[in-house]
């Protein structure tokens, strides 16, 4: 099974920016889906961006225009570019394929001045 490692996260001010990054421990190349999600205490987990092997990113509407999801498989590294960040934001994000299976131990991400 493909394992993934996020980091990146830490703490910043409204409005202010953070790159996340899913580190795989082997190539992936050949999956097709990676996605980024979010928890927030109390909130249940939410899927917040995907990306295909090809490229072609999705995001869902709380976030769109102010977030990019890259994918570089030579480097087995999937990206998330998080910008004019908001309270709302804040949360512990983690990456894993779709379909998937497990969580590892995100990184927390919060928003605040």
């Known amino acids: 099974q493909v394992r993934f490692v996020e980091s990146g996260g830490g703490l910043v001010q409204p409005g202010g920016s953070l790159r996340l990054s899913c580190a795989a421990s082997?190539?992936?190349?050949?999956?097709?889906?990676v996605g980024w999600y979010r928890q927030a205490p109390g909130k249940v987990r939410e899927l917040v961006a995907t990306?295909?092997?090809?490229?072609?990113?999705d995001y869902t509407n709380s976030v769109k225009g102010r977030f990019t999801i890259t994918r570089d498989n030579a480097e087995n590294t999937v990206y998330l570019k998080m910008n004019s960040l908001k309270p709302e934001d804040t949360a512990v994000y983690y990456c894993?394929?779709?379909?998937?299976?497990?969580w590892g131990q995100g990184t927390q991400v919060t928003v605040s001045s």
């Open positions: 894993r394929t779709i379909p998937g299976e497990g």
């Open positions: 082997e190539s992936i190349f050949s999956i097709y889906v």
């Open positions: 990306i295909t092997s090809g490229g072609a990113p």
